[in-house]
């Protein structure tokens, strides 16, 4: 009964200042342990992306390097992140934010297109359902960097 006491305590406080802010994660794991788990998981994932980009332009693909390069700036932004929770910095967390809705707004445009020129419906419902997971993530670790307060404020 606490939990939700604070729950609508939260909301309420939240609700005058800002929109689209979460009370907790999925399953109800607290914003900073998802957080964490979200900045892992994306620096895992952003590794062995840059290996594979660096495989592909091993082979003479320079769209491989390309990829590769974009994959080490999500490798430094997720270490912010990371960084940023784990010395509860408001403004260090806020970077993966912006970074991460720039890179999914890009994402967006791209992928609209490439839906248009092919036409491809089961690509379309994966991409959305993958940027749908993205948008949610950076919910999560957006809603947590509102709740360290103003140090380091970049929002």
Known sequence: MDRLADFFAYSSLMMGEQKCVLASCCCGCSLRSGSLAIGIVGLVISTIAAIYGIVRGVNGETQGWIDMAVQIIEIVICIILIQGIRKE???????WVWVSTIMIAINIVLIVITIILTLNIIFAIIAFIVFG???YCVLVVRSYALTLGGSGSVA
């Open 89 to 95: 910095h408001r403004g260090m967390v806020m970077v």
């Open 133 to 135: 997971i993205a948008i």
